[in-house]
């Protein structure tokens, strides 16, 4: 987590994934490995063991036998954050919506986070679009002020927007302690209350679920205009909308034909 919000995150993720693509190729062409190079004495499983003590018993599993992605559903990302702050986005900008909330109306904002999440959103007045991924004060701030949260208000130059900044200096974050069943981190629900200039003071929803969890799934509308906007971050020379349509009728483990006519 020390590494949330700076380059070295998504680098290693890029890492990761090119090694995969590098192994592929290189066994596509016959380079070879040893067949226990996991589980010898002297191999991975050593290597990443404390003082190199392996523990080789285990209780029977579901190893290769279950799809967990089957058992516990798809979630896909409706904003491009850290996932720890997806509710809270939902709930600002449901009351940003509904009460048509200016900047200059909120004197000021309280949300409330499990200690994990509040760990991991260590950016309290990011200055950048990397550490504003990691910032649940930015979250809060770019809904009620945009009204959005996208690719397009992880920008540099939306960040350091004078009344982007002073939003966030308008909130504070409290920890709660109580955690979510599933051990994911997450407390049931996370608080979100604005105070107005006025002296009335708004409840955001409490939300279990966020947008586009497998139990809350996005519309095919939501997830269009998800893909439309990744799209053309990339600069992608294609047909968006066609790509779509294949996308959405692609089969399980076949790619043939995603990106031509066929």
């Not at 004078?162 to 109580?178: A, K, L, N, S, Y």
């Not at 679920?209 to 519309?219: K, N, V």
């Amino acid at each position: 987590m020390a590494n949330f919000g700076s380059m070295t995150k998504p680098y290693h993720i890029g890492r990761a994934a090119q090694a995969g693509i590098l192994a592929a190729k290189l066994a596509a062409h016959g380079f070879t490995g040893s067949g226990d190079a996991i589980e010898h004495p002297q191999g991975f499983l050593s290597a990443v063991s404390p003082a190199g003590r392996v523990t080789r018993q285990s209780e029977p599993t579901e190893l290769g036998k279950t799809w967990r992605i089957l058992t516990e559903g798809l979630c896909i990302k409706k904003y491009p954050m850290c996932y720890s702050t997806h509710r809270l986005i939902d709930a600002a900008l449901a009351l940003a919506d509904a009460h048509d909330l200016k900047a200059e109306s909120i004197r000021g904002i309280e949300i409330g986070l499990s200690d994990t999440c509040v760990n991991i959103l260590r950016n309290h007045q990011p200055c950048d679009k990397l550490a504003a991924k990691f910032s649940a004060e930015f979250s809060v701030a770019a809904a009620i002020v945009a009204r959005k949260v996208t690719l397009a208000e992880l920008d540099d130059a939306f960040v350091t927007r004078p009344d982007i900044q002073d939003m966030m200096r308008r909130i504070t974050v409290r920890r709660i302690t109580e955690y979510a069943a599933g051990g994911t981190g997450e407390s049931e629900a996370d608080d979100l209350t604005i105070q107005l200039a006025s002296g009335e003071k708004l409840e955001g929803a409490r939300l279990r679920w966020a947008s586009g969890a497998a139990e809350l799934p996005l519309t095919t509308e939501e997830l269009y205009q998800k893909f439309k906007a990744c799209a053309e971050a990339g600069k992608v020379a294609i047909d968006i909308p066609a790509l779509f349509q294949k996308a959405q009728q692609l089969e399980l483990g076949s790619a043939r034909g995603l990106l031509g006519n066929s």
